[in-house]
């Protein structure tokens, strides 16, 4: 019984492209699994928002690849499947020849073992402790141990000359999942589409008539109004999840948080500007606040209650007016008052006031001033 050398290889191929299919199918579970909180799936621990985003960044063509090719997310795929195809062709060679048949098992298998142990070094290179354990772990369970089992099921298949079967099966479902992706891929680029124009109508038709009349009143539940119909849509910057909608933190800033500021400003009213101070709890369990909008809008009111250059009837004007007179007389205090980074970072190095630092809310002004001091 003999086979030509293009046989060989092509069996070769195919069988170690099943390996490949049949080790994608272990690791589904793995990529797709449901949400915590029961809120859509995951895909790699994305949910359908995750995916709807990547997809819209990617583009459709780049994001299938991605998926479709889910095994070689690690260099270590690649490295495990060229040593089990150098197994196959080797042990189909001694399968034609009927010599030593066994060698279709053992050469596979073989070869496949060695691909991964050395992924299994190279996964363990510059690690230590309980670190190289994990790494190990996870090698083992994710790459070698399904690689091995596939590649012995594969074996066994061209050993009883039943390669025919797992070969069209295989490429059968191979075909249906591709065309599940593609498909997938369109309907979230549609499903986008959709929401991008009833975002626009939302905008037009509820939100900017809330802001101009809540402003207009003065009415901060109005404001309130625009915040809970910003949540039934997720539409804010935080969520309980890691991930934030596209246009989430635009239209949060834009029409709730300018809201609450622009009536704070026409009531020159400084405790309405805590509101936009308000926590938010992260998917983490992180808590966290806005400060430098919180920021903004304190130096809004005092642009407009101050008595200081009432000659500008500008905002930016009179803001670039009171940091010169901030800079003349070395006053820090008014440079906080406006938030100004380097003015404060300028008056802390003429002064030898390194203190004064602290009083920028957020850490990397405060290590840029700091920096500043070091000139």
């Not at 983490?284 to 809004?300: F, S």
Request: aromatic share 16%.
């Amino acid at each position: 019984m003999t086979e030509d050398k293009n046989s060989i290889f092509e069996k070769s191929i195919l069988a170690s492209f099943c390996c490949w299919v049949l080790v994608s199918i272990y690791k589904l579970p793995f990529y797709v699994k449901h949400s915590f909180g029961g809120f859509g799936w995951d895909v790699e621990g994305k949910s359908f928002r995750e995916l709807q985003k990547e997809i819209i960044e990617l583009g459709l063509i780049k994001w299938i690849f991605k998926y479709l090719f889910a095994a070689f997310y690690s260099f270590f795929d690649i490295i495990v499947l060229i040593f089990i195809f150098i197994g196959f062709y080797l042990g189909l060679k001694f399968f034609y020849k009927n010599k030593f048949k066994f060698l279709l098992f053992v050469l596979p298998l073989l070869l496949g073992f060695l691909g991964f142990f050395f992924t299994l070094l190279l996964g363990t290179i510059g690690t230590s402790g309980i670190e190289t354990a994990f790494a190990a772990g996870f090698t083992i369970a994710f790459i070698g141990l399904p690689y091995l089992f596939f590649t012995f099921i594969v074996s066994l298949m061209l050993f009883f000359k039943k390669e025919r079967f797992l070969f069209r099966g295989v490429g059968v479902f191979f075909f249906i999942f591709l065309l599940g992706v593609i498909g997938f891929g369109v309907y979230i680029q549609m499903r986008s589409s959709r929401e991008k124009e009833e975002l626009e109508v939302l905008e037009k038709s509820l939100l900017q008539p809330l802001k101009e009349e809540a402003i207009n009143s003065r009415n901060l539940d109005l404001c309130y109004k625009i915040k809970k119909e910003l949540k039934l849509r997720d539409l804010v910057p935080t969520s309980l999840r890691y991930y934030i909608q596209p246009g989430a933190t635009r239209y949060w800033s834009e029409y709730y948080q300018s809201c609450i500021e622009e009536i704070a400003v026409k009531l020159r009213d400084k405790s309405i500007c805590e509101i936009l101070g308000e926590e938010m709890r992260m998917a983490d369990g992180t808590v966290i606040r806005d400060e430098k909008r919180l920021q903004n809008c304190y130096k809004r009111v005092f642009l407009n209650t101050t008595d200081l250059c009432k000659e500008f009837l500008e905002e930016r004007e009179k803001e670039k007016c009171i940091k010169n007179i901030a800079l003349t007389t070395l006053n820090g205090e008014l440079c906080v008052r406006i938030y100004d980074v380097m003015c404060i970072a300028e008056i802390a190095k003429r002064t030898n006031n390194p203190d004064l630092c602290r009083k920028l809310i957020d850490f990397n002004d405060y290590l840029k001033c700091l920096e500043t001091l070091k000139k």
